[in-house]
């Protein structure tokens, strides 16, 4: 049976993919290739419980390597093709893994653009042994236009000078530290590994253009709670590929406060070598004014910076940096946490401005 990730407006409608899992890291090379995976297994370790690598990968997660067999043998229940490549495409070495995994008993999920259900074979394997395909890079089928009206409740959108700087570990962080101080506070995915993590959200970049805004305001509906929702971004206003995402986002988010993320040194976009990252203050004041064309009064409240490879003193320093340059705190939420970034939130929103937005 194919069960595409569709949802309900208001609902947010779980996924229900069965775990536990096995993640898929295929033939990567490189870090990025396996993003997915990763996420996967830093923001649900209970649920994972190994990883499958080809003869070719030389990336790791950490956890235990697996077999289809062996996986299937030690309970899990799903394999997640957890890897990322130029057009997201499944070629015939994933196409083959994955028809392994279904006659070894496992239903696949992926958050490929190259549906699971284009492929024959995986659909004959899928039937032949009673299992499930999840394709969760599959929109809504009824995703609205953005309308821009003013909605019930706080937003908070993460923003980025390029793509894979840290948006969506940014977002779920701020969650967690939200929650652990007894916010209501929750995380509305954008992306195939958030989708994986929350086991619901809109996959923003496979919707068609005109209604990314809708998409963006169906997953953040109004809420009378006095809780925050907590939009991961995608993309960047300067990325000449990925701008349209992030600026459908911008506008339907209608979020009342920003984080911008960054990974100081990188030397280009990614995917665009030669072509440098925007500064700090530049991409802010962009983001910022796009913002305001649905949500006038939208601030930023802190500045989330990736320093990994970084030692600490270096990555101090760039946080320091950081926060004199906007005058906003800076911290890395992997190695550093977010309280500074609430602290701020919570300043800046006091319990009255809340309370306020619970109706407007």
Not at 133 to 140: A, S
Not at 219 to 234: F, K, T, V
Not at 281 to 310: F, Y
Not at 323 to 334: E, K, M, N, R
């Amino acid at each position: 049976m194919i069960q595409p990730a569709g949802r309900a407006p208001a609902g947010l409608e779980l996924l229900m993919i069965p775990s536990p899992f096995l993640l898929y890291l295929g033939d990567s090379q490189d870090e990025l290739s396996v993003k997915t995976s990763r996420g996967v297994a830093v923001w649900r370790p209970q649920a994972c419980v190994g990883e499958f690598r080809g003869p070719k990968c030389n990336q790791t997660l950490g956890l235990p390597p697996l077999s289809f067999e062996e996986a299937k043998a030690q309970g899990a229940k799903t394999v997640i093709i957890g890897v990322a490549n130029a057009g997201g495409i499944m070629g015939p070495g994933i196409v083959a893994d994955v028809v392994a995994a279904l006659r070894a008993g496992l239903n696949v999920a992926s958050g490929l653009h190259d549906r699971l259900r284009n492929h024959s074979e995986i659909v004959e394997a899928a039937a032949a042994g009673g299992l499930e395909l999840f394709d969760v890079r599959e929109p809504p089928a009824d995703i609205p236009v953005g309308n821009g009206r003013p909605r019930a409740g706080m937003r908070l959108l993460t923003v980025g000078t390029d793509c894979s700087v840290g948006k969506m570990y940014t977002t779920l962080a701020l969650e967690k530290e939200m929650q652990a101080r007894g916010l209501k506070a929750d995380f509305r995915a954008t992306g195939q590994t958030g989708i994986f993590i929350a086991q619901s959200g809109v996959p923003i970049d496979a919707v068609i253009a005109d209604f990314i805004s809708g998409a963006a305001e169906q997953i953040s509906p109004a809420r009378h709670d006095g809780g925050w929702d907590l939009l991961e971004g995608q993309g960047s206003l300067f990325h000449p590929s990925y701008a349209g995402v992030s600026l459908g986002l911008l506008h339907g988010a209608q979020a009342d406060a920003l984080v911008i993320c960054h990974q100081p040194g990188r030397e280009s976009m990614r995917g665009l070598p030669g072509r440098a990252l925007p500064d700090l203050k530049t991409c802010l004041e962009a983001n910022l004014a796009a913002a305001r064309l649905t949500s006038p009064d939208v601030i930023a409240v802190g500045v989330a910076l990736n320093t990994s490879g970084m030692t600490p003193e270096a990555a101090q320093r760039a946080c320091a940096e950081a926060s004199d340059l906007l005058g906003l705190p800076a911290q890395d939420p992997v190695s550093m946490g977010v309280h500074l970034i609430v602290d701020r939130l919570i300043e800046c929103f006091e319990p009255s401005k809340l309370a306020a937005n619970t109706g407007r």
